[in-house]
């Protein structure tokens, strides 16, 4: 999908350190089922964004966190991908929206973004989904209200981390969907303008 100027550019960042996450195969499922037409690159460096400290900022970004800025500016729309730790998201995606959510930069604000998450738990990773959807209002940012929340997650993907569940890989696809007309219908109406 694309408008008359461009396709769409969706950043994908899923918030799990861990290279066998779900969190990372549910992403790499997203970019898998995005429309055609529809440009995903994920932003892989949470691990290199430093804790955030007022101090570090004041001195000037550090190579990570400008990356990640630059990768944000450089999309239409975001999707977070999120586990659920202790009833909220990790701390390395907490992090990332603290560093891209800081004045007088605040390259979150007036974005558009997604979420969704898996958890081994019933849950379907709930606290994580909401907490970064809080955090991401709370920055200014325009969510979604639709998301995806896989529970039990390792009945939904294979040995190899690939996402099986036909019923879920609907749901993924709808939801890339949905940002994909959202940011498509805000780049059009900024056109028209």
């Known amino acids: 999908m694309t408008t008359a100027s461009h396709p769409i550019r969706l950043l994908g960042i899923a918030g799990s350190l861990r290279a066998a996450s ?3 195969a549910l992403l790499r499922a997203a970019v898998e089922l995005a429309p055609s ?8 460096e949470l691990g290199a964004l430093p804790l955030y400290d007022g101090d570090v900022e004041a001195t000037g970004d550090p190579v990570a966190v400008s990356s990640l ?3 944000i500016d450089a999309s239409d729309a975001v ?4 586990p659920e730790y202790n009833d909220g998201t990790s701390a390395a995606l907490k992090n990332a929206i603290d560093w891209a959510s800081r004045p007088p930069r605040r390259t979150l604000a ?3 973004a997604a979420v969704m998450g898996a958890s081994v738990t019933p849950g379907g990773a709930r606290g994580g989904i909401e907490s970064v959807k809080r955090s991401l ?9 639709e998301q995806v929340g896989i529970a039990s997650a390792p009945d939904a993907f294979d040995a190899e981390l690939r996402l099986t569940d036909p019923l ?6 709808g939801l890339v969907a949905s940002l994909v007309a959202r940011a498509s219908a805000g780049l059009e109406q900024a056109i028209a303008a």
């Open 110 to 112: 007036g974005r558009l």
């Open 137 to 145: 209002r709370r920055a200014g940012t325009e969510v979604l209200d």
């Open 79 to 82: 999707l977070f991908v999120t």
């Open 22 to 24: 779900f969190n990372r």
């Open 168 to 173: 879920i890989r609907a749901e993924v696809a």
């Open 37 to 44: 037409g529809v440009e995903i690159t994920t932003f892989d």
């Open 69 to 71: 800025r630059a990768a």
